[in-house]
């Protein structure tokens, strides 16, 4: 079984490592893409997404700044947070197996859905997620 499922509408993704994640959702060739191309990509594909649901975007590598991290909002920073914002605002939903820690390794698991017991819904704590992402900046 694999680490990391993502389900958007009726597809159903599986992977091991946020980067396979990542290379789906973003860029197949992603990681060797320069650091503007990286940031211009996960902009481009925030901001569509924004304007469909018409939600704020924070941009952390412009000075935004985030205020309240349970308001409705996509955060630019890097391909986690693209990630997690798309969590955030039910794009996606991502289930972590509970002892993979992709995702979810500095919080407690306690609370969270599970789907077959073994894995977490990571869109119950994407707050908490970006708010420790935050706090190391």
Known sequence: MEDIIIVEGKEKYCFSEIKEAVEQFLDKD???LTEEEKYNKIRRKTMMNAILKKTAVKDLTKG???KDIK???YIILNEETFLLSLAKNNDIVI?????ANKFAKDID???LERVANEYIRINDCTDELLKNIL???
């Not at 289930?95 to 002892?99: A, I, M």
């Open 30 to 32: 992603f990681y060797s």
């Open 64 to 66: 935004d700044l985030v």
């Open 71 to 73: 308001e409705k909002q």
């Open 95 to 99: 289930y972590e197996k509970e002892n």
């Open 109 to 111: 698991k306690k609370k």
């Open 135 to 137: 706090k190391k900046l």
